[in-house]
């Protein structure tokens, strides 16, 4: 149902995007005793909750190819800058999306508690990653704090509380304990105690939490940090989850700190602080942090990457920040682990979760810079391809872009591949995600891309599922020339290890190669962000029943024309290296595919989705407040959107707009004779509501409009939207 209420009154809406109506509401820590004493569940905003649930990361059968892991620890600026706003804003920050290499999340400010901000919660869940926020104590104020917390064991106990009711009301999944200042002697039993009963509850009270214990106070009560594990500091290390080292390590300190956490067997508990902008730390940070990481794995421990925001706060203008942070990550991938998706569906559009513009189904909406990490999706692993089976360096590292200079299909990024083929005909196979899926149902796959080419043709742009037994293989021979093999159905496939061969490029033996259901859809609106193709496919359940699915690539199929291909021989690899990112040729003769949206799910994932449907919108808290200048008469319009999915609690990604209108005349204002206005995107958001404060208006305007536009997972869906009229 939708709501219509006439305000004769009411003011015109911005044609951009405003920064008051965008900027209204904020994460905040908590900063003295006091409010921690006060705070209660009654006094947190619903909006500032995280929505997410923690994804499963299931190892599966097979065990990891690294059994160490991975924490980061992001402190930027004294934290909660342009992330503290839960709806977004219209200024670009530093994104982390490296989610599938990384175990745990600490959001870390030097403020009492630190409660990370509900996006970065639900970015790093939706990943199944761990998200810990921090208490810390620093300096003669947290000296004379922690005497206050330790006083009695009424405090301790309401400090715990406090703690894990924070943790569960905002979902997220435990602490970082830093304590950087002298403990009196005879308190260190009582601080112990803390840490312990923090840990029991937490546990009991919150799936999967941890608390980890900083390298700092030692058993005497001095700050004194030792950058190892040893006889110190381990009576804090017993009563945790983990110990976080300072950074000042050597490789004896390493050794050492292996031996004594053996005697434990809690090797993997022990993480090791690598600072990124290299302050007193082995191997200076910056490009060089894997030196140090290197060393740390050779002891079989876990690392901590402290303010890996390096990449983005390393230059004044943070023009270079994706080329900085892909480099960054790169250099660290032999020493990292790529967790694998072990849950359906697998939806994403490779958002970034911030851009200079935003696209919905490959059209601009919006043309303005924003930023919202909660509308972060699933990013791909970004790795180096196979050429015709080999690997090869003939291509740009896959990246992810954003939509300023090319195109996105929803968002502002999508996933750019970029080739160089030196061959008459290649295929460049990449590896996206490496599952670890059990099924036993039939399967829907769709993908959406689109293909810029010079001089060179590129054929096709395939998907292919490897299996523990088989390869599954998406393409499209519905258009092809007699050239082309006959494809059967998927009730009929190619049968068992039959080659695909198509003008001479051979993608590689497969199983069983599928055709889509029905013709591939193209989104041509004639824009230059428009011409996206999507497939979708059906995967019989006969064909994966009880089968492993290992991993998920994507296949371009190249021709070159004949004055550009390379006639060295068949095994030439006469290559320029372009830059440090390892490209070679010109781009006359490259081939770019952007991958836009990619999904994976059950049909019965699938039948649920289709049935969805928004319900119960609602409009409160409305306000309106005129504001009288010499200029003009300025109006703002404060109000809460609400609404029901048929989905429950799942979260469902919305784009909120509005459209300005206003009647001709007076007397016309029954009828139907209104004027259309322009649409203005005003945010997104990732809960069942969205909170506009102070959108400013003009005077002749006498209804506003309010869509929600309904985006991931179910833009593969062709969209559903709801509209409120006020």
């Known amino acids: 149902m939708a709501i219509d209420v006439f305000l004769t009154f009411l003011p015109k809406i911005s044609l951009s995007i405003s920064k008051k109506a965008m900027e209204n509401l904020v994460c905040e820590p908590i900063t003295t005793w006091e409010d921690l004493k006060s705070w209660s569940e009654d006094t947190v905003n619903p909006f500032t909750v995280c929505s997410q649930d923690l994804q499963e990361r299931e190892l599966g059968k097979e065990p990891r190819t690294l059994p160490y892991k991975t924490l980061v620890c992001h402190d930027m600026g004294g934290g909660y800058l342009q992330d503290k706003w839960i709806q977004g804003c219209n200024e670009a920050s530093y994104v982390f999306y490296q989610w599938n290499r990384i175990d745990m999340f600490v959001y870390f400010s030097h403020t009492f508690i630190t409660i990370p901000p509900p996006a970065w919660i639900n970015a790093a869940h939706k990943n199944g990653v761990q998200v810990l926020g921090t208490l810390i104590t620093e300096w003669d104020e947290g000296k004379q704090l922690c005497q206050e917390m330790l006083s009695s064991e009424s405090n301790i106990d309401m400090l715990v509380d406090r703690l894990v009711k924070i943790a569960q009301i905002y979902h997220f999944d435990g602490w970082l304990i830093n304590i950087e200042n002298h403990i009196q002697e005879e308190s260190v039993p009582k601080l112990l105690d803390f840490v312990k009963t923090l840990t029991q509850v937490l546990h009991q009270e919150v799936a999967h939490s941890k608390v980890i214990w900083y390298d700092s106070v030692i058993k005497n009560g001095q700050l004194k940090w030792q950058d190892e594990l040893n006889d110190n500091n381990k009576q804090f290390f017993e009563e945790c989850d983990g110990i976080f080292l300072n950074y000042t390590w050597t490789k004896e300190t390493l050794h050492s700190s292996h031996q004594v956490a053996c005697q434990y067997d809690r090797v993997l508990d022990v993480y090791v602080g690598v600072d990124v902008f290299g302050r007193n730390c082995f191997g200076g940070g910056g490009f060089n942090t894997n030196a140090a990481l290197t060393v740390i794995r050779d002891q079989g421990l876990s690392a901590a990457i402290f303010a890996p925001g390096w990449t983005y706060q390393r230059c004044d203008e943070q023009v270079y920040f994706l080329s900085n942070e892909n480099k960054f990550w790169r250099l660290l991938q032999d020493n990292l682990t790529v967790c694998p998706i072990s849950q359906l569906p697998l939806i994403t559009s490779f958002c970034l979760g911030y851009g200079k513009r935003l696209y919905h189904q490959g059209r601009a909406i919006a043309d303005t810079e924003w930023y919202n990490l909660s509308m972060q999706q699933r990013q791909a692993t970004l790795c180096m391809p196979s050429i015709n089976g080999a690997n090869n360096c003939a291509t740009a590292e896959p990246s992810i872009i954003d939509g300023q200079d090319t195109t996105a299909f929803d968002g502002a990024s999508c996933l750019k591949l970029m080739v160089w083929p030196k061959k008459p005909k290649e295929t460049f196979t990449y590896n996206l995600f490496s599952l670890n899926l059990v099924t036993s149902s039939e399967l829907c796959v769709s993908y959406t891309f689109k293909l810029d080419t010079q001089k060179c043709v ?269």
């Open 458 to 726: 590129c054929k096709d742009v395939w998907l292919e599922i490897k299996t523990n037994e088989k390869c599954l293989k998406f393409c499209d021979f519905s258009k092809g020339d007699q050239s082309r093999p006959t494809v059967g159905e998927p009730e009929a496939p190619l049968r068992k290890n039959t080659k695909i061969v198509i003008d001479g490029v051979t993608p590689g033996v497969v199983d069983i190669c599928y055709v889509p259901d029905g013709e591939s859809c193209h989104t041509s609106q004639g824009t230059p962000q428009s011409n996206w193709i999507t497939r979708k496919y059906t995967i019989a359940k006969s064909d994966t029943d009880g089968l492993t699915l290992l991993g998920l690539n994507l296949q371009l199929c190249c021709w070159l024309n004949e004055q550009h291909s390379d006639n060295d021989g068949e095994g030439s690899n006469n290559l320029k290296v372009k830059d440090d990112v390892g490209v070679g040729g010109d781009e006359a003769t490259s081939v770019t595919a952007y991958l836009g949206h990619l999904l994976l799910t059950t049909t019965d994932m699938m039948k649920d989705l289709l049935q969805f449907r928004i319900f119960d919108e609602m409009l409160s808290n409305v306000v309106i407040i005129r504001y009288d200048t010499e200029e003009s008469n300025t109006r703002c319009l404060s109000c809460t959107l609400s609404w029901s999915t048929t989905i429950g609690k799942q979260p469902v990604y919305c784009h909120v707009l509005t459209e300005q209108k206003h009647t001709l005349t007076q007397q016309s204002q029954d009828s139907d004779n209104v004027k259309q206005g322009q649409f203005c995107y005003l945010g997104s958001t990732f809960n069942n509501a969205f909170h506009i404060r102070n959108l400013e208006v003009e005077e002749k305007i006498d209804k506003v409009r309010f869509f929600i536009k309904v985006t991931e997972p179910f833009m593969a869906l062709h969209q559903f939207k709801k509209l409120i009229e006020i």
